[in-house]
């Protein structure tokens, strides 16, 4: 089966200011989309992930290299029937309702009456709208106008999902209900593509993910490929005393015990040890293993010292 994404050595470049010089926003970048797979497309703001999903969606004409979905041209109609699209900022019919405006989308798609009204009230009750339904758009919030365009990307059941930045402007609350909505769209057997910079949402739904810094791809691959399964640092907290011969990184927490982060395993037993014999207690062990933001900021990092160096 071909990749629902292909995207293969895209550059992308705009003119500056008043049509003086240019800015690369994307440089030979290279990924592709597999069918049912969840897939990050992460970076800082300006990385470029914007501009490669308006590539990607035939908004805008590469420089150089290709885009397929489902293997045909991003501009071809019957790719784009099989897909939903939310843009990071929005901009909507606000003298509409919430129902009135995923009417308006559901004629677009062709739906008939009796089918709009049905995958309407499915999709709000999806997307935590029940009781807003009949509100004016001009009277929601940010967060609130982002799931009514979750909604209108979902409603007409599509194969692939491409969001912009979708938990923008969301309250924890609300992140969560849309990370749900995305496994749950992945059980479905749909495909979801979408960029972020809030990267703890991105690590507890993506199989694979792809790092963006300047236009330049940094990192691809399964999480558990690019990250260490292995702890890398252990967090032990005391209530009493540390004694001071115990190596390790000391801080304070609110209740006033002591958070001892230690190198590894091989350093917990001597430091358990050398805490109870002073008369310390331990209330809890937590191994730690390397963040996704660990391996972001790693590769950003090591990018802006290339940067330096050439």
Not at 132 to 153: D, N, W, Y
Not at 185 to 212: N, P, Y
Not at 237 to 266: C, H, I, Q, W, Y
Not at 281 to 310: C, H, K, N
């Amino acid at each position: 089966m071909p990749p629902v994404i292909e995207i293969r050595n895209l550059r992308k470049s705009f003119r500056g200011h008043l049509g003086i010089g240019s800015h690369l926003a994307v440089s030979d970048l290279s990924l592709s989309v597999e069918p049912g797979e969840i897939y990050g497309l992460l970076g800082p703001n300006g990385a470029g992930k914007t501009t490669t999903l308006k590539v990607l969606l035939g908004l805008v004409k590469p420089d150089a290299g290709s885009v397929a979905l489902f293997g045909r041209p991003p501009r071809d109609v019957a790719a784009r029937r099989r897909l939903g699209f939310l843009p990071e900022n929005p901009y909507f019919y606000d003298y509409l309702t919430a129902v009135e405006f995923l009417d308006l989308y559901g004629r677009l798609h062709g739906l008939d009456a009796a089918e709009r009204r049905r995958r309407i009230e499915r999709a709000i009750e999806r997307v935590g709208l029940k009781g807003r339904e009949k509100t004016p758009l001009r009277k929601f919030s940010k967060g609130m106008v982002q799931r009514v365009g979750l909604a209108q990307a979902i409603q007409h059941d599509p194969e692939l999902v491409i969001l912009d930045e979708p938990m923008s402007g969301l309250d924890p609350v609300g992140r969560r209900e849309v990370r749900d909505l995305i496994l749950a769209l992945k059980a479905q057997g749909k495909t979801i593509f979408f960029s972020s910079h809030i990267l703890q949402d991105a690590e507890m739904v993506c199989d694979r993910v792809a790092i963006l810094f300047k236009g330049k791809l940094r990192a691809v691959g399964r999480l558990d490929d690019l990250m260490s399964p292995d702890a890398k640092w252990v967090e032990v907290t005391v209530k009493g005393p540390v004694p001071s011969g115990v190596p390790g990184e000391r801080r304070v927490n609110p209740d006033g015990s002591t958070l001892l982060v230690l190198a590894g395993f091989d350093a917990l037993a001597p430091a358990v040890a050398a805490i109870t014999a002073a008369g310390g207690t331990i209330a809890g062990v937590w191994p730690r293993r390397e963040s996704l933001e660990d391996l972001f900021l790693r590769e950003i990092g090591r990018a802006q010292v290339e940067e330096r160096v050439s």
